[in-house]
C-alpha cells in the first residue's frame, strides 16, 4: 500500500435511497483487449479489434507495442462497423504488425498485462528494449518471467533486481523451448510466454513448478484466444500434463474480433441491485466466456441474488437479502474486492480463500481492504490467504483506494448504503473503467428518484 491520501480529490459516492433498477453497458474487457493486441501484433497480416477497451491499461499496451514499430491505427464512428451494435459503440482499431523494432522504450504504468505481455514480445527485436512504470510497477512479481526469458536464450538486464526496471536485449529471434515457472505469484508469467510462442523458433513448453497457481481462468483465456488466432497449443485442460502448456512454432491469423464486456467491471453494478434489493441487467454478457468475471453468476446467486441470462443480457435481481460466503477465489483474484465490500454489508460472516497473491497486486489489497472497511466501521482482519469480514453497522468516511481501480469501486459500493463516504481519486477507475463515475451516476439517475 502507498499512502498517497493527502493531495488526492474526494468522490462523494452517490447513497441510494431506494432499490437500483437500470442496465448498464460495461466497456470492453482488459484482458481480452490486451491479448487481442499482442497477437495481432504477431500475426502475419494485418487485424481489426471492435469495442477494445480504452482505458490506461489498453492505452499503455497500444503505446508500447507502437513503440516497437506496430501500426495501431484508431478509428471511432458513429456508424459502427458492427452490425448490430447501436450507434457510438463503434469504435475499432486496425493492428498493422511487423518484425517488433529496436531500440525502443516501454511505459508499463501500473498494468500486469503490459509488464509481463511485452517482454517476451520485444525480445523478438534486434537491439535493446527498456521497460519502466509507475514507482508500484517495482514492486510487483516479474521474477519468474526474467528467469524463464534468460533460460529461453534472451539476455535481460535487470540489476539484479528480480523487477523492473530492466532492458531487454534482443538478437531478432527467441530459441523458445522447455521452461520451468514458478508462477504462483501470478498467472501473467505463464500467459505472457504463452501468447509470444507461436515465433518463438521452437515454440514453448512451458512447466509451472510452484505450490499454487493463481487466476486459471485467465490462462485459460490466453490459449483460447491463441487457438482463435491459429496456433496449436496443448494444455491440461485439452488432456495433457497437469501444469504444462505446449504452443508450437507457426503464423498467426489477423483476425477480426469483438471484445466482450468486461465481467469484472461489471462487478459494481450487479453487486449494486444485490446491496439495493434492485435489479441490474449487463447487455452483451456472452454465453460462453474465458472471463473469470463469469462466476458472479454462481457467486452473486450464493450471496442472495438471482440471475438470470437471456437475450437482454444478464440480470441480477436482489433479494433484499445479502448473505455472507465462505469462497476460494484463487480462481476469480481481481473479483475480490468486490466482493469483500459486499460481504461488509451481508448479514453474516464471510470467509475469502486464497488470495494471498492480491498482497502484490495494484496495492496489497488485503491490507487495504482490511484498513479501509474498518475505518468505516467494519471487522475485517487479514488472514493468512484472505480475509475474515464480519459485517457491522457501518458509517460515512474517507475511503481510501492507493491507485487501485478496484478499491475504488468496492468504495462506491459501500456508499451506496452508508451515508457519506467519500473515495478518494476515483479517477483511478481510469485504470480499466474510464466511465465508471459516468456509469454509476447513470444507474442510480436511471433507478427513479428514490434512488
Ligand atoms: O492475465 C490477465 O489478464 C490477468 C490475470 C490475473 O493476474 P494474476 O494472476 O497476477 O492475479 C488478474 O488478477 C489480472 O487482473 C488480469
Ligand atoms: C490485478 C489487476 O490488474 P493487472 O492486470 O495490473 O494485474 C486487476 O485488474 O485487478
Known amino acids: 500500500m502507498t499512502d498517497n491520501s493527502e493531495s488526492l480529490a474526494l468522490w462523494p459516492a452517490p447513497l441510494a435511497d431506494g432499490a437500483i433498477d437500470a442496465t448498464v453497458t460495461v466497456p470492453g474487457s482488459k484482458s481480452v483487449t490486451n491479448r487481442a493486441l499482442i497477437l495481432a501484433a504477431l500475426a502475419a497480416d494485418p487485424g481489426w479489434l471492435r469495442r477494445p477497451l480504452r482505458s490506461r491499461d489498453t492505452l499503455l499496451m497500444a503505446d508500447g507495442l507502437r513503440a516497437l514499430g506496430i501500426g495501431i491505427e484508431e478509428t471511432v464512428s458513429s456508424d459502427s462497423p458492427v452490425s448490430g451494435l447501436p450507434l457510438g459503440r463503434g469504435e475499432s482499431w486496425r493492428i498493422i504488425p511487423t518484425t517488433p523494432q529496436a531500440p525502443a522504450a516501454v511505459d508499463v504504468g501500473n498494468a500486469g498485462t503490459v509488464m509481463r ?11 535493446p528494449v527498456g521497460f519502466d512504470g509507475d ?25 539484479g533486481r528480480g523487477a523492473l526496471p530492466l532492458t531487454l536485449h534482443g538478437t531478432g529471434s527467441v530459441e523458445g523451448g522447455y521452461v520451468e515457472v514458478d508462477a504462483s505469484s501470478s498467472s501473467q508469467f505463464i500467459s505472457a510466454l504463452l501468447l509470444s510462442a507461436p515465433r518463438f523458433n521452437h515454440g514453448v513448453e512451458v512447466r509451472h513448478v510452484g505450490a499454487t497457481l493463481p487466476s486459471m481462468p485467465h490462462i485459460r483465456m490466453s490459449v483460447d484466444m491463441l ?3 491459429g496456433a496449436q497449443v496443448d494444455s491440461p485442460d485439452s488432456g495433457g500434463e497437469p501444469n504444462v502448456w505446449r504452443v508450437r512454432p507457426g503464423a498467426l491469423l489477423g483476425g477480426d474480433l469483438v471484445v466482450e464486456p468486461d465481467l469484472s467491471n461489471a462487478q459494481p453494478f450487479l453487486a449494486a441491485a444485490l446491496v439495493t434489493g ?57 473479483l475480490t474486492p468486490g466482493i469483500a465490500a459486499v460481504a461488509a454489508l451481508a448479514d453474516s460472516e464471510s470467509v475469502l480463500r486464497g488470495v494471498a497473491h492480491l498482497r502484490l497486486h495494484e496495492t496489497d489489497r488485503l ?16 488472514t493468512a490467504d484472505g480475509l475474515r ?13 492507493y491507485d487501485d481501480h478496484r478499491l475504488a469501486t468496492a468504495g462506491a459500493l459501500l456508499g451506496l448504503l452508508v451515508k457519506d463516504v467519500e473515495v478518494e481519486n476515483i479517477a483511478t477507475t481510469g485504470k480499466t473503467m474510464p466511465d465508471f463515475p459516468d456509469l454509476w451516476h447513470g444507474m442510480l439517475a436511471a433507478s427513479g428518484p428514490r434512488a
Open 117 to 127: 505481455f511485452l517482454p517476451p514480445f520485444a525480445a523478438l527485436a534486434e537491439g
Open 135 to 159: 514507482k508500484r510497477s517495482h514492486e510487483r512479481p516479474l521474477h519468474g518471467l526474467i528467469a524463464a526469458l534468460r533460460a529461453l536464450g534472451v539476455r535481460v538486464e535487470d540489476g
Open 227 to 229: 487457438r482463435k488466432a
Open 278 to 334: 434492485g435489479r441490474v441487467t449487463i447487455p452483451d454478457w456472452p454465453r460462453a466466456t474465458t472471463q473469470p468475471g463469469d462466476a458472479l453468476r454462481r457467486i452473486f446467486t450464493e450471496m442472495g441474488g438471482s440471475c438470470v441470462l437471456d437475450d437482454r443480457g444478464l440480470t441480477l435481481t436482489g433479494t433484499g437479502r445479502v448473505r455472507g460466503i465462505d469462497a476460494d477465489l484463487s480462481e476469480v483474484g481481481e
Open 367 to 382: 491490507a487495504a481492504l482490511t484498513k479501509e472497511i474498518n475505518s468505516l466501521g467494519g471487522d475485517v482482519t487479514e
Open 389 to 401: 469480514i464480519r459485517p457491522r453497522p457501518l458509517h460515512g468516511g474517507v475511503f481510501h483506494t
